[in-house]
């Protein structure tokens, strides 16, 4: 888990095609890898990758083609500025929200307007997930969490502060710019536990979540 919060812009300096999935070799610039070991995650862009080789100056990733089909990683170049933040520890301070690295989809930059010292960026997600972004709520762009802050149909805002803008590769967005879009994990299970096909079978076996378990347990008053 991560907390969308960047914590170095690092990049891309070789890509490998490895029987039609790809090889990453990242040069992290100032991200701290004395902690990191072999198997560890590292978001990158907000995708969540495993530490395959410590390079002395980064870090080598396969990248699988479930996540090249459902994220922007496959058409970056040798050079391409990159988002990262090592995976959430125990004492970590959770100042963004819950992510997961897990990428839903590509999303696109329509606009970018100009908002005091901040900047206004417009998205447009796929129409299959913009169910899940909701005014006021959490969405994490390329590895950065954000608060929504409009909505109209498939587009949102995002309201850019010039610090997030500084630390992220979000300075060099221009319309037209895609990113990867990971909605809030809450919103997708949701839906799940809403799913009417799946009423009969739960109805048939009830949960032992009740009402009276939770005010047994101090959860209700």
């Given at each position: 888990m991560f907390t969308g919060i960047i914590e170095a812009v690092g990049s891309l300096q070789k890509v490998e095609s490895r029987s039609g999935d790809l090889r990453l070799t990242v040069n992290t610039g100032q991200l701290d890898l004395s902690d990191v070991k072999?198997?560890?995650?590292i978001a990158t862009n907000g995708?969540?990758?495993?530490?395959?080789?410590?390079?002395g100056?980064?870090?080598?990733?396969?990248?699988?083609?479930?996540?090249?089909?459902?994220?922007?990683?496959?058409g970056l170049a040798v050079g391409s500025a990159l988002n990262l933040e090592k995976a959430l520890t125990?004492?970590?301070?959770?100042?963004?929200?819950?992510?997961?690295?897990?990428?839903?989809?590509?999303g696109k930059i329509v606009?970018?307007?100009?908002?005091?010292?901040?900047?206004?960026?417009?998205?447009?997600?796929?129409?299959?997930?913009?169910r899940y972004i909701a005014h006021k709520g959490s969405v994490t762009i390329d590895g950065v969490s954000l608060?929504?802050?409009?909505?109209?149909?498939?587009?949102?805002?995002?309201n850019i502060v010039p610090h997030t803008q500084q630390g992220t590769i979000i300075t060099g967005y221009r319309a037209g710019t895609e990113?990867?879009?990971?909605?809030?994990?809450?919103?997708?299970?949701?839906e799940r536990l809403?799913?009417?096909?799946?009423?009969?079978?739960?109805?048939?076996?009830?949960?032992?979540?009740?009402?009276?378990f939770l005010a047994e347990h101090g959860f209700m008053k």
């Open positions: 072999l198997g560890d995650s995708v969540c990758l495993t530490v395959v080789e410590l390079t100056q980064g870090y080598v990733a396969d990248v699988s083609l479930e996540t090249l089909e459902y994220s922007t990683l496959s125990p004492s970590s301070r959770l100042g963004g929200h819950l992510v997961s690295g897990h990428v839903d989809g590509v606009s970018i307007e100009p908002s005091g010292r901040s900047t206004v960026y417009w998205v447009e997600a796929p129409a299959s997930l913009a608060t929504v802050n409009k909505v109209d149909g498939c587009r949102f805002a995002l990113i990867n879009l990971e909605v809030d994990v809450l919103a997708r299970y949701l809403m799913d009417p096909s799946l009423r009969e079978e739960s109805e048939s076996a009830p949960s032992s979540l009740t009402a009276g």
